[in-house]
């Protein structure tokens, strides 16, 4: 995406764009595969490929932390966006993506993926709330 300019997109096609990369990174983490330094390639010729750079790991949890530790992770269970791309939990990326995010993020993710907010349970919150 660094070779693109978020201006010759609208608000509408940004938006689209940010979503499909949650998702794809969603979909990758419930397979437990965490992905550390993910790039979306998104080319006119070549829309919506992810580019791994060699530091993704299997699992949840970083594969040095004890067993007992990555328990908490809940692996296989997917994780609602809600709660994984909040800026709390994900506060790079909108430095990241300056230029392609221009609106309020919190709002945004409620939009797009609010009707996952009945999947999150207590133990998710403590682990990924602030």
Request: with cysteine; hydrophobic share 40%; proline share 7%.
């Amino acid at each position: 995406m660094t070779q693109l300019e978020p201006t010759d997109y609208s608000q509408a096609e940004r938006q689209d764009i940010i979503k499909a990369l949650i998702e794809a990174e969603s979909l990758l983490y419930t397979n437990d595969v965490y992905i550390q330094g993910m790039c979306l390639c998104w080319t006119k010729t070549a829309p919506g490929v992810i580019v791994d750079f060699g530091k993704a790991w299997v699992g949840r949890a970083h594969p040095l932390l004890a067993p007992e530790a990555a328990k908490k992770y809940l692996a296989s269970v997917p994780i609602s966006p809600l709660l994984r791309c909040s800026k709390a939990w994900w506060p790079y990326l909108q430095a990241s993506f300056a230029g392609w995010i221009d609106w309020d993020w919190e709002p945004g993710l409620e939009h797009h993926f609010g009707s996952t907010r009945a999947s999150i349970t207590k133990d998710m919150e403590e682990v990924w709330r602030p």
